[in-house]
Every structure is written in C-alpha cells, then in structure tokens.
RNA sequence: GGCGCUAUCGUCUAGGGGUUAGGACGGGUGGUUCUCAGCCAUCAAACCGGGGUUCGAAUCCCCGUAGCGCUACCA
C-alpha cells in the first residue's frame, strides 16, 4: 500500500515552528516513500479560523518549500461524511444517543474535579435501550451521540513511542456529535483520514491521549487503523511547549529576519530527528534519503536559535553571488539604503561590496547594518567610542593620518597592494606597527573595529570617500569634538 | 487529582550490558592576520535520584523525583 501523509492545521493561527516540522517530518517521509502528502486544513471551528490564517498557513508551507501533493482540503466541507459516519456507528450500536442535561453533567464534572480530580461521563444512557433511543430521539428530544468506549485495553505500535496503551475505563464516551448534530474533533479526524486514506498518522505528542479514542472509532467503522508516529514537541528555553512568549514562532517572521528556507528546514528537521551519523548540513536531497521515522527522538526538543544562525551562516556563505545579490537588494530596499544604480552602471561595484561582506553574514537582514558604511552616501559616520579611545591614545596619531591622508591623495593607482604598502612604509619611517594606523583609519573609514580587510574596504570606497572620511575623523578628535 | 509521555554536556543529539561516553552549536585558550569572519589546533562541559538484575549498568527491571502533555457538546 503507498505511503499518505497528511499535515492537518488547524487555521487559528499563522504556522509557528511547531506545525512546520510536522509538516516536514510528514512531508519528508512522503518523498522517502514515494507517497502522497496532503495537506487537510481543520477549519471546523469558525469562531477561530479565518480565511487569513489559512493563507498564512499556506504561505509558511510554500516558503519552507513543503507544498502539499494534494489539497489544501477544508474539513468544514466533509460535515456531511462525518455526520454519516456518526450514523453508521449508531447503527452499529459503537455509539449510543446521550440524553442527559448538559448543565447537570457540567455541575456533576466541576464537582468530581473539586474532589477527585477525574471524571468522566458515567455512561447513564449508554443503557437505553435502542428503541427506546430512537422514539425519544424522534420526539425531538435534545441529545448528542457518544461514542461507546468498549471494556479493555487500547494499544497501538507508535512508531516513535514503541507500545503504548492505554486502560479503557480511563476514556471517556466522548461526543461524537452534538445536540445541534454537528461533529467534533476526534469524529471529524477520523472520517477524514479514512476517506483521505491516510497510511501513516504523524503528528504531535499532544495527541497521544486522542489516539485511543479515535482507534475505537476507527474499529467502529470497521476499518484499521493507520501507523501512528507522536512526534515530540518544540520546547521553549523554558522547557515548557514553546508559545508566542518565547519569542518569534512564526516561520514566516524567521524569513523577515533574513533566514534562509533551507537553513530552517535543515534546522528544523535536526529538532529531535538525526540521521545516525554526524552530518549537521544536510541539503533537501540527503534529507529525504535519510529520513526516516526510527531516527525521531523520544524528547522534547527546546528551540534555540543559536545553532539556526549558525546554520543559516552556513547557507548564505554557498549562496550564489547573484542569490545573495538579490537578498541584499530586498533587504537594503527594506531599509530604504537602496540605490538603482547597483543594478545599473554600479552593479560592479556592488558585487565587489557583496563579495565582502557574504562570508560574514549570518542573516539577510543584517547587510544593511553591517555594510552601511558601504551604502550609506553620507560620510556622517557615528564611531565606536571605545574604538576611538583606542586608536587615539597616541597624540602621534591625528598627525600620521594626516600624513597618510596626503600619501594616498597623491597615490597613482587606488588599488590594495599600494594602499597598504604606502600606509606600511609610513608606519615603518614612523617607527609605530601598521595596526597604530590601520585601526584608526579602519575607525574613520567604516565607524567600526571590525570590518572585512581595511584595503579592500578602502579599494571599493573610493579616494574621494575615504579620504573625505579620514580628514573627517581627524578634524574632529583634533578639535576635541569626539 | 487521574491517565499518558519523557529524562546523556548550557542547547541539538550519538551511544541500547564492558567506550578515554562521540559529534554539532555555543563558550574558553592558542595559531594565522590590520580587526572581524573564516580556517587550524586545543580545553572545559553530561548519563535525574534510589534500589535491584549482572562478574560488569548511561544502557535492562522496579520505585521515586521532575518536566511536559491530555483530561470539553475546542481543535
């Protein structure tokens, strides 16, 4: 029998990471298997869902590169299946009509939960007799359907978890539909996946206690069930399931923040999975030839995002130049510093610029910042104090930069090599190491300690550039203004 | 409370009776170098606790403990 998965979010929120791996896992175990992936949107509560969400839900698969080979189907329009399921089932007498007064079970449930702790629904209907049921349910008399939990045990061969049961008197006679006829979850799940055909059921841990109960609605039906494989969930820095207040969840607000699709789906999947051997890095391809359900851990993984920085460091240094080229235009444009002309007649120039800052990029988002002094026409630059009182410690030093300043005015060619054999030879005459005028001129130049090689930074400035912004940083630290 | 799941460096994890308990991220140190990044070398860093079983438990069993999840006419 072929290999079908399915995804089913439900729409009540944009797709946070949680979701998105369970998505991968799902998505990577097709393409191992040559199977289907669909993607069933559980849209059932109207309160909750929107149209919106849903696009968002969609929006965070394409961007991840997780597209559904079927679907998006919505759950809301199969109310009729469901609902002819919960039928099949009362006839098969799995399922019993409930008369009892909701208030009173509610009262009887707060109480139990005061006292005991448990409760569940003692069954009081489950006696009535058939034609009894059906007079009084023909009478219109308000009644939901329940599934009828039989005595014994439920247990199942997760695929990640190994045997895993659960004692029956533990489960309650869930609802199946309610008194306005409509399905619930676990009703609803269960149609769906049997006329979806689903093989292989991979999900969330949070649903291990919902297994059990659609197991006996599966054998209700009188069909087997799928393999289950509860995946464990995404954890916060706190250990505890990760929510909005850990911070960014959203996969989508990862690529606002310059990460790479690949790097989060390579990160992602590594979050309780492993591929037996030590590979960090893996593409899509290796992936998916790895993949495999008995790699899943049995942990809770917390989501930290060091490694995904590091990770995504990795994808944007093996970004192609042109790639990397159009990220930056995005992001620069984003932050208003873009120039036309990089496209144009300075395209050179700009990928010379790329060239220096790709190796040193961890995320898109960050070329503007780091590479203003690059983009930014204005020569206003704002110096890292401590990098100024570093470099000014000497009083030698605004003069020799005035020197150098004069060297370069006059230099033949504005290229690397006699740039920093000119600022070398000034050093040496001058008696002080290179780094006593390469820092300050690194500070003048760029504003920062740090920076790709000074003469490449240089090269790429200009002459008119950099020595308007040395004579700047001079003037000023003689004037005492800095 | 009940039921369920889980427990190896700070984090992601390998290891499933005998290992110097391995790798990655992050951190430290040293080297390369004008700084950064990178690269190279190197260091620190873990088996939740207690009982068993065994010649020998991180590993198997039991009991604790802790964390998390579920416990609706929500999904």
Same mark, same amino acid.
């Given at each position: 029998?072929?290999?079908?998965? $399915?995804?089913?979010?439900?729409?009540?929120?944009?797709?946070? /990471?949680?979701?998105?791996?369970?998505?991968?896992?799902?998505?990577?175990?097709?393409?191992?298997?040559?199977?289907?992936?669909?993607?069933?949107?559980?849209?059932?509560?109207?309160?909750?869902?929107?149209?919106?969400?849903?696009?968002?839900?969609?929006?965070?698969?394409?961007?991840?590169?997780t597209t559904p080979d079927e679907g998006p189907f919505?759950?809301?329009?199969?109310?009729?299946?469901? /609902?002819?399921?919960?039928?099949?089932?009362?006839?098969?007498?799995?399922? =019993?009509?409930?008369?009892?007064?909701?208030?009173?079970?509610?009262?009887?449930?707060?109480?139990?939960?005061?006292?005991?702790?448990? =409760?569940?629904?003692?069954?009081?209907?489950?006696?009535?007799?058939?034609?009894?049921?059906?007079? *009084?349910?023909?009478?219109?008399e308000a009644h939901v359907v329940r599934l009828r939990?039989?005595?014994?045990?439920?247990?199942?061969?997760?695929?990640? +978890?190994?045997?895993?049961?659960?004692?029956?008197? #533990?489960?309650?006679?869930?609802?199946?539909?309610?008194?306005?006829?409509?399905?619930? =979850?676990?009703?609803?799940?269960?149609?769906?996946?049997?006329?979806?055909?689903?093989?292989? #059921?991979?999900?969330?841990?949070?649903?291990?206690?919902? %297994?059990?109960?659609?197991?006996?609605?599966?054998?209700?039906?009188? +069909?087997?069930?799928?393999?289950?494989?509860?995946?464990?969930?995404?954890?916060?820095?706190?250990?505890?399931?990760?929510?909005?207040? +850990?911070?960014?969840?959203?996969?989508?607000? =990862?690529?606002?923040?310059?990460?790479?699709?690949?790097?989060?789906?390579?990160?992602?999947?590594?979050?309780?999975?492993?591929?037996?051997?030590?590979?960090?890095?893996?593409?899509?391809?290796?992936?998916?030839?790895?993949?495999?359900?008995?790699?899943?851990?049995?942990?809770?993984?917390?989501?930290? @995002? %060091?490694?995904?920085?590091?990770?995504?460091?990795?994808?944007? @240094?093996?970004?192609?130049?042109?790639?990397?080229?159009?990220?930056?235009?995005?992001?620069?444009?984003?932050?208003?510093?873009?120039?036309?002309?990089?496209?144009?007649?300075?395209?050179?120039?700009?990928?010379? #610029?790329?060239?220096?800052?790709?190796?040193?990029?961890?995320?898109?988002?960050?070329?503007?910042?780091?590479?203003?002094?690059?983009?930014?026409?204005?020569?206003?630059?704002?110096?890292?104090?401590?990098?100024?009182?570093?470099?000014?410690?000497?009083?030698? /030093?605004?003069?020799?930069?005035?020197?150098?300043?004069? $060297?370069?005015?006059?230099?033949?060619?504005?290229?690397?090599?006699?740039?920093?054999?000119?600022? *070398?030879?000034?050093? @040496?005459?001058?008696? /002080?190491?290179?780094?006593?005028?390469?820092?300050?001129?690194?500070?003048?130049?760029?504003?920062?300690?740090?920076?790709?090689?000074?003469?490449?930074?240089?090269?790429?400035?200009?002459?008119?550039? @950099?020595?308007?912004?040395?004579? $700047?940083?001079?003037?000023?630290?003689?004037?005492?203004?800095?």
């Amino acid at each position: 029998m072929s290999v079908r998965v $399915r995804f089913a979010p439900s729409p009540t929120g944009y797709l946070h /990471v949680g979701g998105a791996r369970t998505a991968i896992f799902n998505w990577l175990y097709a393409r191992r298997h040559g199977g289907v992936f669909v993607l069933r949107v559980e849209d059932t509560d109207a309160q909750r869902s929107s149209e919106a969400l849903v696009r968002a839900i969609l929006d965070g698969m394409a961007w991840l590169g997780t597209t559904p080979d079927e679907g998006p189907f919505f759950q809301a329009r199969n109310r009729e299946a469901h /609902v002819a399921d919960a039928a099949k089932l009362l006839a098969r007498d799995k399922a =019993y009509r409930c008369f009892c007064d909701p208030a009173t079970l509610r009262a009887e449930r707060e109480a139990a939960e005061k006292e005991t702790g448990g =409760y569940v629904y003692p069954r009081r209907c489950a006696a009535i007799p058939r034609a009894e049921s059906d007079r *009084r349910a023909a009478a219109g008399e308000a009644h939901v359907v329940r599934l009828r939990i039989p005595p014994g045990v439920t247990a199942w061969r997760d695929r990640i +978890h190994g045997e895993t049961s659960f004692p029956n008197d #533990v489960i309650e006679d869930l609802v199946l539909l309610r008194s306005d006829g409509t399905p619930t =979850y676990n009703l609803s799940v269960v149609s769906d996946d049997v006329a979806m055909r689903i093989t292989h #059921v991979i999900r969330g841990d949070d649903h291990i206690s919902n %297994t059990p109960k659609q197991i006996v609605i599966y054998r209700g039906l009188g +069909h087997e069930p799928p393999t289950f494989a509860h995946v464990p969930l995404i954890l916060g820095t706190d250990k505890k399931r990760l929510s909005k207040r +850990h911070g960014a969840t959203s996969v989508l607000e =990862y690529r606002d923040r310059g990460f790479l699709p690949d790097a989060m789906f390579n990160f992602l999947t590594l979050l309780g999975w492993n591929p037996g051997d030590e590979r960090q890095k893996m593409s899509r391809d290796e992936l998916i030839a790895a993949f495999d359900l008995d790699g899943v851990g049995t942990a809770g993984a917390v989501f930290d @995002t %060091t490694k995904l920085e590091w990770l995504n460091g990795q994808y944007v @240094t093996e970004l192609t130049a042109e790639a990397f080229a159009a990220a930056a235009r995005d992001a620069l444009v984003a932050a208003s510093l873009w120039n036309d002309a990089w496209e144009r007649d300075r395209r050179g120039w700009f990928l010379q #610029v790329l060239a220096l800052l790709q190796p040193r990029t961890k995320t898109l988002a960050s070329i503007p910042s780091e590479g203003k002094y690059f983009f930014d026409p204005s020569d206003e630059l704002e110096y890292d104090p401590q990098g100024l009182a570093k470099a000014f410690r000497s009083d030698g /030093v605004a003069p020799a930069l005035r020197q150098l300043e004069a $060297r370069w005015r006059t230099l033949p060619e504005w290229s690397a090599a006699p740039l920093e054999a000119e600022l *070398r030879a000034l050093a @040496t005459g001058l008696g /002080v190491p290179a780094g006593t005028l390469i820092h300050p001129v690194r500070l003048a130049v760029t504003g920062r300690t740090a920076s790709p090689g000074l003469f490449e930074v240089v090269v790429l400035l200009g002459r008119e550039r @950099t020595l308007a912004r040395v004579a $700047r940083l001079v003037d000023r630290v003689v004037r005492g203004l800095l």
